[in-house]
T-cell receptor, first 114, second 113 residues
Framework: NAGVTQTPKFRILKIGQSMTLQCTQDMNHNYMYWYRQDPGMGLKLIYYSVGAGITDKGEVPNGYNVSRSTTEDFPLRLELAAPSQTSVYFC?????????????FGPGTRLTVL | KQEVTQIPAALSVPEGENLVLNCSFTDSAIYNLQWFRQDPGKGLTSLLLIQSSQREQTSGRLNASLDKSSGRSTLYIAASQPGDSATYLCAVRPNTNAGKSTFGDGTTLTVKP
């Protein structure tokens, strides 16, 4: 059981470049999330999705975009990378319509923008 | 806006000690609270989840309590071991919006042999 997988594990971007962070879960969870974690800090929610075709902004959505065409996949797109987007990005998923259920996290993508 | 605070930011104890990690939140209208463990360079692993109707949850040497009225949760670790060294984060999910958890900044625990 793979759980939540993320690719790539590491990436270095130049300012202005674009990239997509991939996230896949095989647990048939309807809720999926993208967080960023800056050094020594907790996680801040970027975007989330309550099911295929439905996404919504979190606390820090600027500079990012998401899509959710399937239950399994929830890619995060950075269009014009900036140094402020240097961070570790975590994808998570959970099952449940009403808030019950544990969040399961992927291993993270460490992104550096130079 | 919900704010979650974890104090202290770092804690160092000798092996074998019992210890308590604290998590406080400003809005008591929560649906549940979850404690996670994060090892350096790794993702988050769920330890315990407490629903708002519950007072505590236990798993092995870990016990998490919840006092909604005072906006506090504690994670008790019994007989600490060097393998417990990690960062511990708490996350609060509100009952007004099931999607958005708020995380604390974590407590980094070091257990010395």
């Amino acid at each position: 059981n793979a759980g939540v997988t993320q690719t790539p594990k590491f990436r270095i971007l130049k300012i202005g470049q674009s990239m997509t962070l991939q996230c896949t879960q095989d647990m048939n969870h309807n809720y999926m999330y993208w967080y960023r974690q800056d050094p020594g800090m907790g996680l801040k929610l970027i975007y989330y999705s309550v099911g295929a075709g439905i996404t919504d902004k979190g606390e820090v959505p600027n500079g990012y975009n998401v899509s959710r065409s399937t239950t399994e996949d929830f890619p995060l797109r950075l269009e014009l990378a900036a140094p402020s987007q240097t961070s570790v990005y975590f994808c998570a998923s959970r099952l449940g319509q009403t808030g019950v259920g544990t969040q399961y996290f992927g291993p993270g993508t460490r992104l550096t923008v130079l | 806006k919900q704010e979650v605070t974890q104090i202290p930011a770092a804690l160092s104890v000798p092996e074998g000690e019992n210890l308590v990690l604290n998590c406080s939140f400003t809005d008591s209208a929560i649906y549940n609270l979850q404690w996670f463990r994060q090892d350096p360079g790794k993702g988050l692993t769920s330890l315990l989840l407490i629903q708002s109707s519950q007072r505590e949850q236990t798993s092995g040497r870990l016990n998490a309590s919840l006092d909604k009225s005072s906006g506090r949760s504690t994670l008790y670790i019994a007989a600490s071991q060097p393998g417990d060294s990690a960062t511990y984060l708490c996350a609060v999910r509100p009952n007004t919006n099931a999607g958005k958890s708020t995380f604390g900044d974590g407590t980094t625990l070091t257990v010395k042999p």
